[in-house]
Structure formats: C-alpha cells, structure tokens
C-alpha cells in the first residue's frame, strides 16, 4: 500500500504527470503518459527504464 500524502507529492519523471496506485498489480501509473513504475516491496521503482509503457490502441 502506498501512502496517499507520498502520491500527492510524487510525479512522472519521464513527463511530470500525476500518478494513481493500482494495488492488484503493484504499479503506479502516470495519468498524463501512462507509463507504468512497479512498486516493489512497498518502494515505488520510478525508473524509466524500468517502467512498462503503455499499451497502443488497436483501431
């Protein structure tokens, strides 16, 4: 579980955008490009090298 007072301060490092915790699948996840940083015993990984981008929309 994340601190929601530790998520009001974090952000993006890649845009600078909020980020929300999913908990089922330990990720915090960028509002604005949606990358997504996984949280690995409790510590928030905001690498992005580490982070998973988001998936493309199939039209």
Do not use: F, H, W
Not at 38 to 59: F, H, R, S, T
């Amino acid at each position: 579980m994340i601190d929601t007072k530790l998520l009001d301060i974090l952000a993006c490092p890649s845009c600078k955008g909020d980020l929300e915790y999913d908990a089922r699948n330990q990720k915090l996840i960028c509002t604005e490009c949606g990358l997504r940083y996984p949280v690995k015993e409790g510590i928030p990984i905001l690498l992005v090298d580490e982070a998973e981008k988001p998936a493309k929309n199939k039209k």
